[in-house]
């Protein structure tokens, strides 16, 4: 009998917890960032503003954006030749690149709130910059109070270069 009662308890305690890894393994939605082209040139400053789009049925609340590689390493200034900056930016603000007086107000990213549709504008200081098909974007956010992560592939990130064709 107690070897019935062990092998029911160890069996309920494996499916407790598969079930709630399986739950928290994904997050309800997907995150996507709007692409914008822009013939960019080393040793200057721009600030993209591109659309957010989030997914999911609930809002979320952006906690951190990240520029990084495939393998999760930031990317840097001394490597990539890619110092950046990125703010919340208004949603009527028309999606683009901006010069550094054209930019207007931009605001703290921390706890901007996206449903559905919104706007962030990256400040980028380029060096000497390669296209490099392993940049992401690393989004950290909380939706229905859970704090989550996204990868985010993002085409104007690894497209994103400084040689004069």
Do not use: Q
Request: glycine share 8%.
């Amino acid at each position: 009998m107690k070897k019935i009662v062990l092998i029911f308890s160890i069996l309920f305690g494996l499916f407790t917890v598969s079930g709630c890894n399986e739950k928290d393994e994904e997050v309800a939605g997907k995150l996507f960032l709007g692409n914008t082209g822009y013939p960019f040139a080393s040793n200057e400053t721009y600030h993209a503003v591109v659309p957010i789009e989030w997914t999911g049925e609930s809002p979320v609340i952006i906690t951190s954006v990240e520029l990084i590689k495939r393998d999760k390493k930031p990317i840097n200034y001394e490597e990539d030749g890619i110092k950046y900056d990125v703010f919340g930016a208004d949603p009527s603000k028309k999606t683009g690149v901006w010069g550094e007086s054209d930019i207007g107000d931009l605001k703290n990213l921390d706890d901007s709130e996206i449903d559905r549709e919104g706007k962030i504008a990256l400040k980028l200081t380029l060096g000497d910059v390669k296209e490099d098909p392993e940049r992401r974007v690393k989004i950290n956010f909380i939706n229905d109070g859970e704090e989550s992560e996204k990868i985010v592939v993002w085409k104007t990130l690894e497209m994103l270069t400084t040689d004069k064709n």
